[in-house]
T-cell receptor, first 113, second 113 residues
Framework: ETGVTQTPRHLVMGMTNKKSLKCEQH?????MYWYKQSAKKPLELMFV???????ENNSVPSRFSPECPNSSHLFLHLHTLQPEDSALYLC????????????FGSGTRLTVV | GESVGLHLPTLSVQEGDNSIINCAYS??????FIWYKQESGKGPQFIID?????DKRQGQRVTVLLNKTVKHLSLQIAATQPGDSAVYFC????????????FGQGTILTVHP
């Protein structure tokens, strides 16, 4: 298991459902990220949290709502998604200011039906 | 109409051969570069990194080469094994330790026994 844990690993939801993805990092990092990974596309940055404050929202539709209650936990709340939102959602963390890269979780495979 | 996804570059090698995966980056101010490996069903895992004040760095069976003149990064894997089969991403960080990583689209490496 990596230092970044994501749950659930797989999620199937209908377009009218509300669900949440959870990410927890055990590395003492001060920044957390949500990425979307679709087939044959580069990783797409969605949100950045630095010291619990959202510092970037990369033009993400409002049906995705992030929450960062503390520097170790990050949520992505999902509501009225579309089938094209089906993808692998990856959480990552890093220690900003130290110049090192990100540690990724294993992702949540989301299917919207 | 139907959208067509990108075709990821692919590299097929025989077990025991050396592999070279290439990446071009765009930001001349980028000061830090990372290679990630992503196996099926998993999140990206750190392989090796290099700072812009270096042109070569070696790890266990892996070497990263950086050519800042032509903004090119490569990953060399010695004696490639079937377990090396994965998608490999390069990532660059632009200019400051607070800069976020920008990821390439990835290369699919397939190792045949």
């Amino acid at each position: 298991e990596t230092g970044v844990t994501q749950t659930p690993r797989h999620l199937v939801m209908g377009m009218t459902n509300k669900k949440s993805l959870k990410c927890e990092q055990h590395l003492g990092h001060n920044a957390m990220y949500w990425y979307k990974q679709s087939a044959k596309k580069p990783l797409e940055l969605m949100f950045v949290y630095n010291f619990k404050e959202q510092t970037e929202n990369n033009s993400v539709p409002s049906r995705f709502s992030p929450e960062c209650p503390n520097s170790s936990h990050l949520f992505l709340h999902l509501h009225t998604l579309q089938p094209e939102d089906s993808a692998l959602y990856l959480c990552a963390s890093s220690q900003m200011g130290t110049g090192y890269g990100y540690t990724f979780g294993s992702g949540t495979r989301l299917t919207v039906v | 109409g139907e959208s067509v996804g990108l075709h990821l570059p692919t590299l097929s090698v025989q077990e025991g051969d050396n592999s070279i995966i290439n990446c071009a980056y765009s930001n001349s101010a980028s000061d830090y570069f990372i290679w990630y490996k992503q196996e099926s069903g998993k999140g990206p895992q750190f392989i090796i990194d290099i700072r812009s004040n270096m042109d070569k760095r070696q790890g266990q069976r892996v070497t990263v080469l950086l050519n800042k003149t032509v903004k090119h990064l490569s990953l060399q894997i010695a004696a490639t094994q079937p377990g090396d089969s994965a998608v490999y991403f390069c990532a660059e960080r632009g200019g400051t330790s607070y800069g976020k990583l920008t990821f390439g689209q990835g290369t699919i490496l397939t190792v045949h026994p």
